[in-house]
């Protein structure tokens, strides 16, 4: 069978295919191991246990839509910058593989899709949701302007756990802000270890970065602090929250994939940075998750 211009059925699909790949690509979209499991932890702390099907569903969507469309934004904003760096000049926008005018519309879907599930969980993640997407597109900008970018993007990615709380509360709990703090940190210190990649950029463009201001030896110092808070931060949820010994096993576990992340890179030697931010990272998220879900569920549950 063939369409009125000649293409066959298997071609259009596989040109729509391609076309979803394109757009999942353009958003990292198995980044979403990074916030995603630790909005479940969250989830599963506030339920001191699985919550019910229809608000892991809504909270799920809202993950999606959320990270969807605050990547998208970091690609158009972005784009300019992403055409003059030699690292990032093949993206989709820049390399034309993707439209700004498509990038738009699949922000707009998924911004739209987080409002719909916030809406469908509780007035209060209603309310909320206008706060979170100002924080994922200031993000953006933040570069720009100052070196606690690392911070904001930590603080976008730390709102999971909070959002999820919230959606199987329907309250404010000033605990959970120790889980998302520990993720803001967690995010920030190996954000700092990405932004080395592109230290002599910044420079040349005046973009901020840790990296850029401190060096790669006092940006690694930085970093590796931040990811000690973020240990000792998820300690004191343990101590909130009175999860047990698994939960504690976890987080050993946790720390020692970020010490492990934290000697693959030197200030010489950047040739494992990527390594160490998707790999070890997302052992670390999934790990958590997991170790978490297993306490509440056999221990302190």
């Given at each position: 069978m063939t369409?009125?211009e000649?293409?066959?059925a298997?071609e259009?699909?596989?040109m729509v295919?391609?076309?979803?790949?394109?757009?999942?690509?353009?958003?990292?979209?198995?980044?979403?191991?990074?916030?995603?499991?630790?909005?479940l932890?969250?989830?599963?702390?506030a339920a001191?246990?699985?919550?019910d099907g229809r608000?892991l569903?809504?909270?799920?969507?809202?993950?999606?839509?959320?990270?969807t469309?605050?990547?998208?934004?970091?690609?158009v904003?972005?784009?300019?910058?992403?055409?003059?760096?030699?690292?990032?000049k093949?993206?989709?926008?820049?390399?034309?593989k993707?439209?700004?005018?498509?990038a738009?519309?699949l922000?707009?879907?998924?911004?739209l899709?987080?409002e719909f599930?916030?809406?469908?969980?509780?007035?209060?993640?209603f309310?909320?949701s206008?706060?979170l997407?100002?924080v994922l597109?200031?993000?953006?900008?933040?570069k720009?302007f100052?070196?606690?970018?690392?911070?904001?993007?930590?603080?976008?990615?730390?709102?999971?756990?909070?959002?999820?709380?919230?959606?199987?509360?329907?309250?404010?709990?000033?605990?959970?802000?120790l889980?998302?703090f520990?993720?803001?940190?967690?995010?920030a210190?190996f954000?700092?270890?990405?932004a080395?990649?592109?230290?002599?950029?910044d420079?040349r463009?005046?973009?901020?970065?840790?990296?850029?201001?401190l060096?790669p030896?006092?940006?690694?110092?930085?970093?590796?602090?931040?990811?000690?808070?973020t240990?000792?931060?998820?300690?004191?949820?343990a101590?909130?929250?009175?999860?047990?010994?698994?939960?504690?096993?976890?987080?050993?576990?946790?720390?020692?994939?970020l010490?492990y992340?934290?000697s693959?890179v030197?200030?010489d030697?950047?040739?494992?940075?990527?390594?160490?931010?998707?790999?070890?990272?997302?052992y670390v998220s999934?790990?958590?998750?997991?170790?978490t879900f297993?306490?509440?569920l056999?221990?302190?549950g």
């Amino acid at each position: 069978m063939t369409t009125s211009e000649g293409k066959t059925a298997g071609e259009e699909k596989e040109m729509v295919i391609r076309r979803v790949r394109d757009y999942l690509d353009l958003v990292k979209f198995p980044h979403t191991v990074f916030a995603l499991p630790f909005a479940l932890a969250g989830a599963f702390i506030a339920a001191r246990g699985l919550p019910d099907g229809r608000t892991l569903f809504y909270i799920l969507l809202a993950m999606v839509g959320g990270r969807t469309a605050a990547m998208g934004l970091n690609r158009v904003i972005d784009a300019e910058i992403d055409a003059k760096n030699p690292r990032t000049k093949d993206r989709h926008i820049p390399s034309g593989k993707v439209s700004r005018k498509e990038a738009w519309a699949l922000i707009i879907v998924s911004f739209l899709l987080l409002e719909f599930a916030a809406y469908q969980l509780n007035p209060l993640c209603f309310k909320l949701s206008p706060l979170l997407i100002a924080v994922l597109v200031g993000y953006s900008y933040t570069k720009r302007f100052t070196w606690a970018s690392h911070l904001v993007l930590g603080l976008a990615l730390g709102a999971a756990p909070l959002g999820a709380w919230i959606a199987v509360t329907g309250t404010f709990s000033p605990g959970i802000l120790l889980l998302s703090f520990a993720v803001m940190f967690w995010v920030a210190g190996f954000d700092i270890i990405y932004a080395l990649l592109d230290i002599d950029f910044d420079r040349r463009e005046g973009l901020y970065s840790i990296p850029r201001v401190l060096g790669p030896a006092r940006a690694l110092l930085v970093s590796r602090l931040f990811h000690v808070v973020t240990v000792l931060l998820l300690l004191a949820v343990a101590r909130v929250f009175s999860l047990g010994w698994l939960y504690l096993v976890g987080v050993g576990f946790c720390a020692i994939l970020l010490a492990y992340e934290q000697s693959l890179v030197k200030p010489d030697d950047f040739s494992k940075v990527n390594v160490a931010f998707f790999t070890v990272n997302g052992y670390v998220s999934i790990s958590f998750c997991l170790f978490t879900f297993l306490d509440i569920l056999l221990i302190s549950g």
